[in-house]
């Protein structure tokens, strides 16, 4: 098994940024890619980014392109998420997850095995 605990969450202004981070413990040595989704109440939950465990590849949903990074610090067992510009719209919580497997759909929530419990982030207009 592996857990996942995210942190970073809270709230900020519009235009504002936060950093977002994930601490991995466990059957660590299993991951292959790690992600970020985010969702609100009465949505589904949306991929935001990903990045595979020890490589480069990242992928980012069009939603926040150009505003978001993620990275890793694997010596750490740490994801990182770092969100600038922050818009209202991106208000919701933001779960940490991470996967077994390289193929499929990174955006996909069903393809992930593992999920932390989630950091709400608030973005006031």
């Known amino acids: 098994q592996v857990q996942l605990v995210e942190s970073g969450g809270g709230l900020v202004e519009a235009g504002g940024s936060l950093r977002l981070s994930c601490v991995a413990s466990g059957r660590t040595f299993s991951i292959l890619v790690m992600g970020w989704f985010r969702q609100v109440p009465g949505k589904e939950r949306e991929f935001v980014a990903a990045n595979p465990w020890a490589g480069s590849s990242t992928r980012y949903a069009d939603s926040v392109k150009g505003r978001v990074t993620i990275s890793g610090d694997f010596a750490k067992n740490t994801l990182y998420l770092q969100m600038n510009s922050l818009k209202p719209e991106d208000t919701a919580v933001y779960f940490c997850?991470?996967?077994?497997?390289?193929?499929?759909?990174?955006?996909?929530?069903?393809?992930?095995?593992?999920w932390g419990q989630g950091t709400q982030v608030t973005v006031s207009s």
């Open positions: 997850a991470a996967r077994e497997k390289f193929g499929g759909n990174w955006a996909a929530p069903y393809e992930y095995d593992f």
